[in-house]
């Protein structure tokens, strides 16, 4: 069975431009999060979403907005990307909410240059 | 702001060695995760401990959640090159998996490398 994917799997963009980074579930998987992970620290969390509804939100700013779509594949959005939103960007699936395991795809490697 | 602080950030040591690593936290947890992720890859879930007091063992590897479900260690017994990768802690504060509208918080992870 296929893991999560998530692509691209690298990006380099420009101050101040959009980036939409996408990513596909494992199968019979309905809960999607995206994490952020800045070269030398641990994962940061950005967005849950389970059944097309977001249903947790860390620490970021409105720059950053989140979908899940009818087949529960997601998509992270940023908005005027700053030099600091260069980071590996990792989604991650889970059966659900309660006792489900998240799943982690290699991520998205974004440089803000 | 809950906050997982690692110890230590990196360790080189002989591949047949015993270490352990540390995850501590002021704040209580729900649930304590570990991961390993190596480069170019997403972390990898090792266990998921729940009980204060809990040990698990995955073959040469045993994970400790401590009584007051704050800190957790990872020991790991005849360590061998393969146990390279970066190990993270990341904790829980609704039930047991993604952590529930407040996310995971992870720490900054033990860089482990084993040599032959």
């Known amino acids: 069975d296929a893991g999560v994917t998530q692509s691209p799997t690298h990006l380099i963009k420009t101050r101040g431009q959009h980036v939409t980074l996408r990513c596909s579930p494992i199968?019979?998987?309905?809960?999607v999060s995206w994490y952020q992970q800045v070269l030398g620290q641990g994962p940061q969390f950005i967005f849950q979403?389970?059944?097309?509804?977001?249903?947790g939100r860390g620490n970021f700013p409105d720059r950053f907005s989140a979908r899940q779509f009818p087949n529960y594949s997601s998509e992270l959005n940023v908005n005027a990307l700053l030099l600091g939103d260069s980071a590996l960007y990792l989604c991650?699936?889970?059966?659900?909410?309660?006792?489900?395991?998240?799943?982690f795809g290699n991520g998205t490697r974004l440089t803000v240059t | 702001t809950q906050l997982l602080e690692q110890s230590p950030q990196f360790l080189s040591i002989q591949e047949g060695e015993n270490l352990t690593v540390y995850c501590n936290s002021s704040?209580?947890?729900?649930?304590l995760q570990w991961y390993r992720q190596e480069p170019g890859e997403g972390p990898v879930l090792l266990v998921t401990?729940?009980?204060?007091?809990e040990v698990k063992k995955l073959k040469r590897l045993t994970f400790q959640f401590g009584d007051a479900r704050k800190d957790s260690s990872l020991h790991i017994t005849a360590a061998q090159p393969g146990d390279t990768g970066l190990y993270l802690c990341?904790?829980?504060?609704?039930?047991?998996?993604?952590?529930?509208?407040?996310?995971?918080?992870f720490g900054k992870g033990t860089h482990l490398i084993i040599q032959p």
């Open positions: 991650a699936s889970s059966v659900g909410l309660g006792s489900s395991p998240l799943h």
């Open positions: 199968s019979g998987h309905k809960s």
């Open positions: 979403y389970y059944e097309k509804e977001e249903r």
């Open positions: 704040s209580v947890f729900s649930s």
């Open positions: 401990v729940v009980t204060g007091g």
């Open positions: 990341a904790g829980g504060n609704q039930d047991h998996s993604g952590g529930g509208a407040d996310g995971l918080t």
